[in-house]
């Protein structure tokens, strides 16, 4: 007896020594790849170079984007669905005119020294300017900020004012008051490139926005006396229709989605691939590999989205929030939103859901800090820096968190100027845009940080792969504060980026 037991036990402990170990989870961010993201902008520059060198919304080009992102996710097993909308635009009925009149000659380019406001008015101005409260040279200051800044204002004159300070529409509405014939913004000297201001509602006066290259020159030539401009905007709302493309995992809560976005399309202007092609590209690649976790991993639906018409003005992203019933935006855990992950001269920037910056414009929704400390931690185990980007709403996470769903992401940066201490932190140059092809013909693959986008690509995969398994970190917070998940958004001033 004791033979056979001292046996049976050996062959016990053998069985036991040869037994595998329990399999880890399946890592995201290492089955994702830099190879796999940059197949996609690949593609997605060849279909810009075949289709007039843009990707934006109306063109061909966007409609073989949106068949492109369909094949590759049938390919990964996925039944996407294409979700057509339709939104009012404007449309120029004649050319839009911002000139020199005197003491010279000029002609600017729109798209390149100047844009429209979002809701300028139409008009044919020929006059002169008026620089009001100009800042020192290199400050931002307040022009136009308060009332007195237009003592004296010559009424019928070209309002020029630098921005900065307070929002657009408390300027503009100063302007109007003192009897500005029209308005024209310009970039403050810490930006580069263009906006499109939104004044709050339609304005009966023509409103334009230049660079802070073109706006100094102005104002200089403002303060010397005899400058005149000519502003034309003839502009007519017209409808146009684009779509979303809508795929979600087979595994997983249909009562706790995660809803992981980036938009499709590109400006008029270029093939947009790091603005976006990169956030579609990363959430594709993701979206490919997503299934290999399996259903352990997956215990909450991810609903990967590529918005439309985010150029024209969030349309896609805001037209799918809006088509929810009160029932389905219950079912939405949070959003993930990637645009612009590449920058050449960028930054590893992370939504500032917590607010700790207090720079945002608008409160996060609580469970945002959640979402953003997921993708500090994780860069901070890595020894990757990252800092805070503001909450602005201006990218395609705006209409969820309008509606008090919680939101985050990255950002690599666009027109604003690198500092000194940025430089350090990130490398790059101090002094220059983030991307300095922003909005333009050069936004190619010759526009990419590779290494910056591959360490953005792992977050993404990262923080998909983590709300996937678990949203209790963001839905603990919601939980505390559920009166905040309906249209009860709250902002801090003014929609208006100042």
């Not at 046996?7 to 329990?22: E, I, K």
């Not at 120029?92 to 406001?117: H, I, W």
């Not at 409260?133 to 022009?143: C, E, F, K, R, T």
């Not at 009966?204 to 502003?231: M, N, S, Y």
């Amino acid at each position: 007896m004791r033979k056979l037991a001292i046996g049976a036990a050996a062959a016990l402990a053998a069985t036991l020594v040869t037994v595998p170990p329990a399999e880890a989870a399946p890592d995201l961010a290492s089955l994702v790849t830099l190879k796999d993201v940059r197949k996609h902008l690949q593609s997605l520059q060849t279909i810009s170079d075949y289709n007039g060198g843009s990707r934006a919304v109306g063109t061909p080009g966007y409609e073989i984007s949106v068949k492109y992102v369909v094949s590759q996710l049938k390919k990964a097993g996925f039944t996407p669905t294409v979700q057509p909308f339709s939104y009012t635009s404007v449309e120029e009925r004649t050319p839009t005119v911002l000139a020199q009149t005197a003491p010279g000659q000029a002609a600017y380019k729109l798209g390149t020294d100047f844009t429209l406001s979002g809701e300028t008015g139409n008009g044919d101005v020929n006059a002169a300017v008026t620089a009001v409260d100009v800042p020192a040279p290199g400050q931002i200051g307040d022009a136009g900020c308060e009332a007195a800044d237009f003592a004296n204002f010559p009424q019928g004159t070209i309002a020029l004012i630098q921005r900065g300070a307070c929002p657009f529409e408390q300027k503009f509405t100063n302007a109007k008051a003192a009897g500005a014939a029209a308005v024209v913004f310009y970039n403050r000297p810490d930006e580069a490139g263009l906006l499109n201001p939104l004044l709050n509602g339609k304005r009966d006066i023509p409103v334009a926005f230049a660079t802070r290259e073109l706006g100094g020159e102005l104002a200089k030539l403002a303060q010397a006396g005899g400058l005149k401009l000519r502003l034309k905007v003839d502009l007519a709302e017209v409808t146009k229709k684009s779509s979303n493309v809508i795929a979600e995992t087979k595994w997983g809560r249909a009562d706790n989605v995660v809803v992981v976005g980036a938009h499709l399309d590109s400006v008029h202007e270029g093939p947009g691939i790091n603005d976006n092609g990169t956030g579609s590209a990363a959430i594709l690649a993701t979206a490919q590999k997503i299934h290999k976790l399996g259903r352990k991993q997956l215990r909450n639906k991810v609903r990967f989205a590529w918005w439309g018409a985010e150029e024209d003005g969030l349309q896609g992203s805001t037209a799918y929030v809006a088509g929810l019933s009160a029932e389905e935006r219950a079912k939405i855990a949070l959003n993930l939103n990637f645009d612009m992950l590449g920058s050449v001269n960028g930054i590893r920037g992370v939504y500032d859901g917590d607010d700790s910056s207090g720079q945002n414009p608008t409160v996060p929704p609580v469970g945002s800090g959640a979402i953003e400390k997921t993708f500090v931690d994780y860069y901070a185990k890595r020894k990757l820096p990252t800092m805070d980007t503001e909450f602005s709403g201006r990218s395609d996470y705006g209409p969820f968190i309008e509606v008090g769903i919680p939101a985050g992401g990255l950002f690599s940066g666009a027109e604003v100027i690198k500092t000194p201490e940025q430089a350090k932190l990130f490398g790059g140059t101090a002094g220059r845009p983030y991307d300095p092809c922003y909005h333009q013909g050069c936004d190619t693959l010759k526009n990419i940080d590779w290494k910056l986008l591959d360490t953005h690509a792992d977050g993404v995969a990262f923080a998909t792969q983590a709300f996937a398994k678990s949203t209790l970190p963001v839905n603990g917070e919601t939980r505390r504060a559920r009166a905040l998940r309906g249209p009860a958004m709250q902002y801090k001033g003014d929609r208006a980026v100042y």
